[in-house]
């Protein structure tokens, strides 16, 4: 799987910055997925579904963490991430690494959609690299945006639609966004002592397991993960959502971006510092 495949390559940024400013970042806990085999809660996951696919812009600040173990060998990293995302398919997203070579410092890669076209911005680099939105899904990097903008942008607006309609069955909205309930499974789990609705898919062509984690009360997504195994590596991929805003303020220029004077255009540019 390309997604798998991407992470792994990243896996030379080994650095992890602390909290101390809003562009500084550490590593979200690392959570166990329970094994139960329950009946998933259809009812709520409907919910989940509305809500999260609900308005046409979204804000979201999270932390995207890669961890890869090779036998004794661990290797982790983790980034900060500000998205603001509009259907259909124009984001911006900031998202902010360690620099490997001066740690207390860090570095920001620009990723900028207008819906047809994306660019990768590397100030560090004075350095940028186009795309079209197309070639940008089957990019291997892509994953650094975090699960809540790929997710968000991929569901076609007929699918929003339908899901939206008050008389749609709870069955029917989780189908329309392509899960086969036969892979669906969810159970209570309790999170640093706080009670979380633990929804897992298994992917049963590719082999991966992804997992949402969903406050009840609110059924809003704190958390989303995915995990496998390619070339020997066990691979994790989490996303921690910190706020997620709807129908933020979005200026004209959100979803555009313009060269600044002594930036390099070249045909390939990592979205880190690897």
Request: charged residues 15%; aromatic residues 10%.
């Amino acid at each position: 799987m390309k997604f798998l495949h991407g992470a792994i390559a990243s896996l030379g940024l080994v650095s992890v910055l602390e909290f101390g400013s809003p562009d500084r970042v550490k590593a979200v806990p690392l959570v166990q997925v329970s094994q139960a085999t329950n009946q998933p809660d259809l009812a709520l996951l409907a919910k989940v579904i509305q809500r999260f696919l609900n308005s046409a812009s979204y804000e979201t600040r999270s932390v995207v963490q890669v961890n890869g173990v090779t036998g004794s060998t661990t290797v982790q990293t983790a980034v900060n991430v500000k998205t603001i995302a509009q259907h259909p398919h124009r984001f911006r997203s900031e998202i902010t690494f360690a620099n490997p070579d001066q740690p207390s410092q860090s570095l920001t890669t620009l990723v900028v959609s207008n819906g047809q076209q994306v660019w990768f911005y590397r100030p560090d680099l004075k350095q940028y690299q186009t795309m079209t939105y197309q070639e940008f899904e089957q990019f291997d990097d892509g994953y650094w945006l975090g699960f809540s903008t790929m997710i968000y942008g991929q569901v076609p607006p007929d699918v929003r639609q339908a899901i939206s309609q008050s008389a749609t069955t709870s069955t029917e909205v989780v189908q329309a966004v392509g899960l086969e309930l036969k892979e669906l499974q969810g159970s209570t789990q309790t999170v640093e002592g706080r009670p979380l609705y633990v929804y897992r898919y298994k992917d049963a062509k590719e082999g991966f397991l992804f997992s949402a984690f969903v406050t009840p009360d609110t059924a809003n997504i704190e958390r989303m993960q995915m995990t496998g195994k390619s070339d020997g590596t066990d691979i994790l991929v989490a996303e921690q959502i910190l706020s997620r805003t709807a129908n933020p303020a979005i200026a004209p220029s959100t979803f555009t971006f313009t060269p600044p004077p002594g930036t390099r255009q070249v045909k390939a540019l990592p979205i880190g510092p690897l």
